[in-house]
């Protein structure tokens, strides 16, 4: 069980345009995700908390206008990098935790990544 | 200071030996914590969690925590080759839902 569906896994597009990346939980509900971006042989990074029917939150540093998050149900997030340059190009990665089980107890489950270049 | 710090390695052991990673964090709050292990051009998959004090053992891995040092380490033992990867330590503290990550330990298991 809980397993999150990230896709794409890889895409690559011209610069200037935009690419959505869609997270989802496929056995579980989740009122929040999170959105991670990681650089070759770096550390995880969060970029943001996505909250289901509200705003997401941003970490410090992190344009909001430039990666778009919309969490339209308990089961759905997506990623959107807008005007994508190449040092956007990175290793996108969400994760969530399953609403149902108490917070102390309920690790973060990770979609597989998406890998996004940008020309 | 960092929230969560690990040393980056690279951590080498021969196959069949222990393989010891550890972690410290900062918050005294912290509630629940989780080693998690990313091979390369992936992403993380969950290992193993702990909460109480003591050793937590799931098969090869045991997992320590020492609330009192602020301390959590993870045990692997009779390494194999498949487990060369870095390994992420996670902190959850007080009612946050997100993880705060170390910057992880890459290990190297050789023949």
């Known amino acids: 069980g809980a397993v999150v569906s990230q896709h794409p896994s890889r895409v690559i597009c011209k610069s200037g345009t935009s690419v959505k990346i869609e997270c989802r939980s496929l056995d579980f509900q989740a009122t929040t995700m999170f959105w991670y971006r990681q650089f070759p042989k770096k550390s995880l990074m969060l970029m943001a908390t996505s909250n289901e029917g509200s705003k997401a939150t941003y970490e410090q540093g992190v344009e909001k206008d430039k990666f778009l998050i919309n969490h339209a149900s308990l089961t759905l997030s997506t990623l959107t990098v807008t005007s994508a340059h190449p040092e956007d190009s990175s290793f996108y990665i969400c994760?969530?935790?399953?609403?149902?089980?108490?917070?102390?107890?309920?690790?973060?489950?990770f979609g597989n990544g998406t890998r996004l270049t940008v020309t | 200071q960092k929230e969560v710090e690990q040393n980056s390695g690279p951590l080498s052991v021969p196959e069949g030996a222990i393989a010891s990673l550890n972690c410290t964090y900062s918050?005294?709050?912290?509630?629940?914590f989780f080693w998690y292990r990313q091979y390369s051009g992936k992403s993380p998959e969950l290992i193993m969690s702990?909460?109480?004090?003591g050793d937590k053992e799931d098969g090869r891995f045991t997992a320590q925590l020492n609330k009192a040092s602020q301390y959590v380490s993870l045990l692997i033992r009779d390494s194999q080759p498949s487990d060369s990867a870095t390994y992420l330590c996670?902190?959850?503290?007080?009612?946050?839902?997100?993880?705060?990550f170390g910057t992880g330990t890459r290990l190297q298991v050789t023949l």
């Open positions: 994760s969530a935790r399953d609403m149902g089980k108490a917070l102390f107890n309920s690790p973060l489950h």
């Open positions: 918050d005294r709050g912290s509630q629940s």
């Open positions: 996670a902190v959850r503290g007080g009612t946050a839902s997100k993880l705060t």
């Open positions: 702990i909460y109480s004090n």
